[in-house]
């Protein structure tokens, strides 16, 4: 039972560093696209806007100024700014699965030099033990 529990984990585990990374640039891809969405669809309002005020009064006197030709070029995009703890946790899902590898190569290493200095240490001992009986 203990076996398949940690063979499930194991499972688990890989499957997330794998899919980690592209769920990462594939959120980083979608925000790009939703913000290339968002600027066509401010652009078609005010071609809209300029078409269909270009009769009654001149663009550039309008008093509310939500639409001029300067405005918009320096209008922010509000809605497109991510949240930080967005940011955050898709460094975390990058960063993750590399700092778990090399977590896991270090632990590696560190378990054969647990096995070397084990083994020097019986034949450190075989050795004293041969020398005592003889």
């Known amino acids: 039972m203990k076996s398949k529990l940690v063979q499930l984990l194991t499972v688990c585990l890989v499957t997330v560093l794998v899919l980690s990374p592209e769920l990462v640039v594939f959120s980083i891809v979608w ?5 290339v969405v968002q600027t066509k669809s401010l652009a078609c309002q005010a071609s809209q806007n300029w078409t269909s005020e270009e009769g009654k ?14 405005n918009f070029v320096n209008q922010p995009l509000t809605n497109t700014k991510p949240y930080k703890i967005v940011k955050i946790l898709q460094w975390f899902f990058v960063l993750f699965p590399i700092f778990l590898g090399i ?6 290493k560190y378990l054969i030099y647990r096995a070397t200095v084990f083994q020097q240490q019986v ?8 020398s005592i009986e003889q």
Do not use: I, P
Request: no cysteine; hydrophobic share 35%.
């Open 31 to 35: 925000e790009r696209h939703m913000e």
């Open 103 to 108: 977590l896991v190569f270090l632990y590696d």
């Open 123 to 130: 034949e450190m001992l075989e050795r004293l033990w041969q």
């Open 57 to 70: 009064k001149s663009y550039q006197n309008r008093s509310d100024g939500q639409f001029s030709a300067t």
